[in-house]
Structure formats: C-alpha cells, structure tokens
C-alpha cells in the first residue's frame, strides 16, 4: 500500500483547493446558513466535474478512484463546503453500480448538473425516510425500502427539513407510490451497503479536513495570544493537547485514506475499515474542535469566531448516519465475518 500522492493527484489537490479556498469561503459558507447549500458553489463545482469524476469512463465519468474522492472530501471539509458533494457522488456512483435502465437515465442528469441526486443514509420506515443528507435540495433520493432500492421523486412532496447544528440541508421525506425501483434483494443490499461504506469512508475525510483547520486555527491563536509576556502557546496545558491532536489527525488521515484504497483494490477489509475510519476520525475531529476553541477561551463560544463552525459541523456532519459507537459495532461486526 503507497498512500503517497501522484503527480495527477497533487493538480486535483491543487484544483479543487483553489476552486474551494475562494468559492467556499468562510463568509459564503455563514450566508449559507442555516440551510447549508450554496447554489453558485454547486454550479462551480459540478462545472469542474465533481460528480462525473465519481463514475468510470463507460457511464461518462472521469474513473476517480475512491481515494481522489477522499482528498477532495478533506478540501470540502477544511473549507466547509456548503454542497452536497459526497452524497452526489455517493449516490452517482450507485446509479452506474445499479445497471437499470431508469438509473441509468437518471445518472446523466446527475453528471451534467441537472439533477442533484442524493441516497438516503438510513433505511426507509414505514415509509419515511428520515434525516436525507441534501434532501431538502435534491430532486431525486435513492433510497432502501423494504427489500428494494428505490428512486423518490422530491418534487410534490413537502420537504421537512431539519435544522441541525452542521449547517446542512437535511430533510425528512416520504417513499410515495411513484418511487422507481432499480435493484432488488441481495442486489438491493449489496448495493446499498457498498454506497453506505463508501460515505463513511469519503466522510471520514471530510472530517479529517474539519479537524485540521480548526487546529489551525488554534495554533495561530496560541501563537498570537499572550499572556504574561509569552505566547500562550509556550504553555503546557495548551501546547501539549495541541500535539495530541496533530498525532490523532494523522492518523485519522492516515486510516480514511486507507480506507478508500482498500474499497479501490477490492480488500475484504474495505467495509471494516471504511467504519474504523469513520469512527476515529469523528472521535479525532470532535476532541481537536473542542480544544481549539478552548484554547480561544471565551473568545471560542461567540458565533463571530469562525472556530464554532468547525466545532459544530465536526458533530453534526458525523450524526447524521451516527455516532462512533455505531461505527464500531459495524466494523466488529464486518471483522467476525470476514475472520482475523
């Protein structure tokens, strides 16, 4: 396993941080809120391809392995980005997966930016679909209801959106009788749980990038307050949990990369790890916020400080599937089946 950067993937960070630095701007990502979704950053990004560059060639896409997916989830998570981009290419990659004639027509609005298209993260009940990640947005949803994975129209239904600390467009929505199905039974599950891996793991990279600016922030302020005479950096109490975090974020970065890799080469542990993944890189995102804006001491909890956005999206983004228990229990649960 090389985790090291080509040469073609260097440009796509380069790219879409330059594309993101300027367009998702901490000043666009607060005039996006509380709805979390800037249409003019959306257009900018599926200009460039966001979502085509999900799918291979033969769908017409651009072949990005999962893992050029996870680097530009880190740049939308240092930046914050107010657009749905992992679950569109989540939900993308789906469709290709699927093979059905009406996914298929589906998927080519998808990637010339006609259609928003998202999946549903949780299975339906009676008939509800709760907490879709860019629901209250999107036209379509792909969801799984009963044993079948199904389209949902958004259009003429009310999208129950729900406020959440993360700045996200979630909603609530309904399976109506129109839902379209595209897979069903063991394809239905295999499909379904291969797009909910794959979330994981690209969010564990976005989580990743959270993380990571908000240390950043933190380090410039240690350096910049001072108290008695030096930088309160020079610290221990500061300094030393600052350290703590910069260890766990490398390695929170080290194991979601990991993660996408495996899901790429076809590893049997892809599933585990995409969960591991997930789970530490919450855990990691969550403890760097919490001391970053601590370190910004009372400074940290007014909404005029741009460290309280990375600390609340470092909870909210996560919950939305759930929490790190949760993330765990999945990972045991695929490495008793796969064995040791």
Known sequence: MDL?????QEQLV??????????SSIERVRAAEPMGFDADLWAKLIEVGVTAMAVDEDHGGWAATLLDLALVAELAGR?????????????????AASGAPAAQDLLAGCLDGSLLVTVALHPSIEGRLPLVPGGAVADHVIARHE???????????????????????LADLDVGDDAVEIAFGDAAAGCYETAVDEWLALTAAALVGIGST?????????????AWGVPIGTFQAVSHPLADSATALDGARLIARKAAWAADVGDARGPELAAMAFGFAAETARDATYRSLHVHGGYGFMLEQD???YYRRARGWARVWGD?????????????EIGS
């Open 307 to 309: 460290v309280q956005l």
């Open 214 to 226: 908000a240390q950043d922030l933190a380090t410039a302020y240690a350096v910049e307050r001072r």
């Open 79 to 95: 930046n914050l980005a107010p657009a749905p981009i992992i679950e569109s290419q989540v939900a993308a990659r789906l469709l």
């Open 14 to 23: 380069d790219s879409f941080g330059g594309l993101l630095a300027k367009a």
């Open 4 to 8: 090291a950067l080509s040469s073609e």
């Open 147 to 169: 044993d079948r994975l199904v389209v949902v129209a958004t259009a003429g239904q009310e999208r129950r959106h729900v406020d959440n600390l993360g700045g996200q467009p």
């Open 324 to 336: 790190t228990r949760r993330a765990y229990r999945r990972a045991a649960a695929h490495r008793y």
